[in-house]
């Protein structure tokens, strides 16, 4: 296959709707530290029937921001049709550097009205998690080990994998190992299958 590239130098925004914009300004800025640096507030925009808003952006470094909507006059709503399980894969990973500044916000976490719910080192690595105000996932992670081209070739052999595994009349784990298995020996006897990484 080949490889496409691109110019994209990062991200500008995740945004989100927020019904609690007392509540999320608290938990952002006072709690985490992150800084409020931008707010449009509009009357309206778009459709004839969309409500006023104001959405407001928290500087989470590196240029990068999160942002939140907040609707005049709408009603809080959740999605009760989908699983809690599929609720928290829907997540914000937020990025730093040392053990020093995960154990930071794990102390600021803790001290505050949303403590910190999970810690857990993952391959490669570690991560603590908490709900914030309005029911979303956050993340917080911090590398274990710098990653390496081995781990772009795994990762590229296991979205091969998953590619192939999805299209099975009944997908599962183990068949996803058998095919990822397949595929590493396919590459190490120099015979790469077609449309796979190499």
Known sequence: MTELTHTVRGVDHAAFPTYDPKATIHFY???????????????????EAHPDFIHFFFDIGQGDRLAFFYYFGVEKYEDTRLPELLK????????????????????????????CELQVRHETVESIYVT???????EVTRPLRAITVEDDIDANLSADALIAVADDPEPSLQRFFEIKAELIASRYAGEPAEGTFV
Do not use: K, M, Q
């Not at 990025?95 to 916000?105: A, C, K, N």
């Not at 914030?132 to 956050?138: A, C, E, K, S, T």
């Open 132 to 138: 914030d105000p309005n029911g979303y996932l956050i």
């Open 29 to 47: 800025r006072d709690v985490l530290g992150f800084p409020v640096v931008h707010a449009t507030c509009a009357l309206g925009w778009g459709p």
């Open 88 to 115: 928290r894969a829907r997540h914000l990973a937020i990025h730093v550097d040392t053990e020093e500044d995960l154990l930071e916000y794990r102390r600021r976490l803790d001290a505050s009205d949303h403590p």
